[in-house]
T-cell receptor, first 113, second 114 residues
Framework: GENVEQHPSTLSVQEGDSAVIKCTYSDSASNYFPWYKQELGKGPQLIIDIRSNVGEKKDQRIAVTLNKTAKHFSLHITETQPEDSAVYFCAASKSGTASKLTFGTGTRLQVTL | DTGVSQDPRHKITKRGQNVTFRCDPISEHNRLYWYRQTLGQGPEFLTYFQNEAQLEKSRLLSDRFSAERPKGSFSTLEIQRTEQGDSAMYLC????????????FGQGTRLTVV
């Protein structure tokens, strides 16, 4: 089955700096890669996603890149703010499997003032 | 609030007791999923429904676990004879049929077995 690895496990940046989180996946048939933000005591919130027919997608301060050949994808957050502090999860799935997502182990992002 | 709703938010139970959780998906989402999340880990897939049909179950779902979605709307997850290892956050998610990969999660039910 699919295996998703995520790093770093923790990341501390100063407010205004950029943050990058990287994930690799093992199943070349995976074609959907969402990113979730999870705040303490809450469920994961979908923040951005990318499909395998696209190499990059941007939404305001958040961008995701995908390298299908290398089987890795990354989340980029620019101009970080304290409210960006949370745990971020990458995930992978493939069409025809509904949303049976395989998640990474998470990155705890701390944005300091 | 039109998001995925889960009840209860927290449950503390003694080992050996049965517990049941409820999930109300986003209206008109015909796919519903259950995931389990332990501390410091990402969510792990347990099972999913398309309408009232349970189409897939993970090997994580032992025979003490049962899930239903009787009318294709809300779902329940029951754990019988709870064990301390069942302590986790149980997350429900739903997705629309035509976009079968976007999943929207509820707030979860945190289960503590003492």
């Amino acid at each position: 089955g699919e295996n998703v690895e995520q790093h770093p496990s923790t990341l501390s940046v100063q407010e205004g700096d950029s943050a990058v989180i990287k994930c690799t996946y093992s199943d070349s048939a995976s074609n959907y890669f969402p990113w979730y933000k999870q705040e303490l005591g809450k469920g994961p919130q979908l923040i951005i996603d990318i499909r395998s027919n696209v190499g990059e997608k941007k939404d305001q301060r958040i961008a995701v890149t995908l390298n299908k050949t290398a089987k890795h994808f990354s989340l980029h957050i620019t101009e970080t703010q304290p409210e960006d502090s949370a745990v971020y999860f990458c995930a992978a799935s493939k069409s025809g499997t509904a949303s049976k997502l395989t998640f990474g182990t998470g990155t705890r992002l701390q944005v300091t003032l | 609030d039109t998001g995925v709703s889960q009840d209860p938010r927290h449950k503390i139970t003694k080992r050996g007791q049965n517990v049941t959780f409820r999930c109300d998906p986003i209206s008109e989402h015909n796919r519903l999923y259950w995931y389990r999340q332990t501390l410091g880990q990402g969510p792990e897939f347990l099972t999913y429904f398309q309408n009232e049909a349970q189409l897939e179950k993970s090997r994580l779902l032992s025979d003490r676990f049962s899930a239903e979605r009787p009318k294709g709307s809300f779902s329940t997850l029951e754990i019988q004879r709870t064990e301390q290892g069942d302590s986790a956050m149980y997350l429900c998610a739903s997705s629309p049929f035509l976009r079968d990969t976007e999943a929207f999660f509820g707030q979860g039910t945190r289960l503590t077995v003492v």
